[in-house]
């Protein structure tokens, strides 16, 4: 089996890390535990190769983007870690593939560089958790954009099929956080919507509901203040029509910001 065989929720808090969060994360310790989890999944899904989408990295606004050099670079020093640098391949076939798909699709797909890429935080704290699991394999960074939620279902499904045309299994990181507005003092300010986008979220993941999300109308997001619903829409494109067994693994938001940790397992027909 190839394709995307296995895809995640993960949110990207820096203070996940404990030389941020110096003691703070264990007031997400739910986070922390549904994290690990993750990785051991991830691990047992046995990929190719991952694919790893980010809210903070090279936005653009009317296209997608992917990172078309040899290897991504990253760490956490501006926030204050001590982690070291981390080194990434890229899978290069797996780009160029990407690239002609989309075009055949109108999709526009934009490079984030072919050089020196720096990985923003939506990549590196998930990873602090998953890229144990990785084991040297290429990731390759992607962005979303403004264009309407639907692009990036479509978008999506051009992962899924570049990645079987090549004959690989991916696994999909689909990194952010929900609602910024979940209470006074929240990061992004209080807006009583913000709860309501969360749990329809959360809903909408557990059954691998496409059309709630699709249906959700722009005040209704726009007034939760969130990051990473794009990069749901995406991974919900990529697993579209397979045999999967969505899992919330965690839930909370004690600071005002939405951590939801999921996982998908795309189930083959020998698992039954």
Request: include cysteine.
């Amino acid at each position: 089996m190839s394709g995307v065989v296995f895809g995640c929720i993960a949110p990207h808090p820096p203070l996940l890390i404990p030389d941020i969060g110096r003691g703070r994360e264990q007031e997400i310790s739910a986070t922390v535990k549904a994290m690990q989890k993750l990785a051991d999944e991830l691990s047992a899904a046995k990929p190719d190769m991952a694919l790893i989408v980010s809210p903070h990295g090279q936005w653009q606004y009317g296209a997608m983007g992917v990172f078309t050099g040899t290897a991504s670079r990253g760490d956490m020093l501006s926030w204050g870690s001590r982690t070291t640098e981390v080194s990434l391949p890229n899978d290069q076939d797996f780009v160029k593939c990407l690239a002609n798909e989309c075009e055949t699709a109108a999709i526009p797909l934009n490079s984030l560089g072919s050089g020196a890429y720096a990985l923003d935080h939506g990549v590196m704290v998930p990873l602090h958790f998953l890229l144990p699991s990785l084991k040297g394999l290429p990731v390759v960074p992607l962005t979303f954009s403004a264009l309407p939620i639907s692009a990036h279902l479509d978008f999506g499904r051009v992962l899924h099929k570049v990645a079987s045309a090549l004959n690989k299994r991916a696994a999909l990181i689909a990194s952010g956080d929900l609602s910024h507005r979940l209470i006074p003092g929240a990061p992004a300010g209080y807006d009583p919507k913000g709860k309501d986008f969360d749990k329809h979220v959360v809903r909408a993941s557990a059954k691998m509901d496409i059309k709630s999300i699709l249906d959700m109308n722009d005040e209704f997001i726009e007034r939760a203040g969130e990051c990473g619903l794009r990069s749901i829409t995406i991974l919900m494109g990529a697993l579209q029509g397979q045999k999967v067994k969505p899992e919330i693994l965690s839930y909370e938001g004690p600071f005002g910001v939405g951590y939801l940790v999921a996982s998908f397992r795309v189930e083959s027909e020998q698992d039954g």
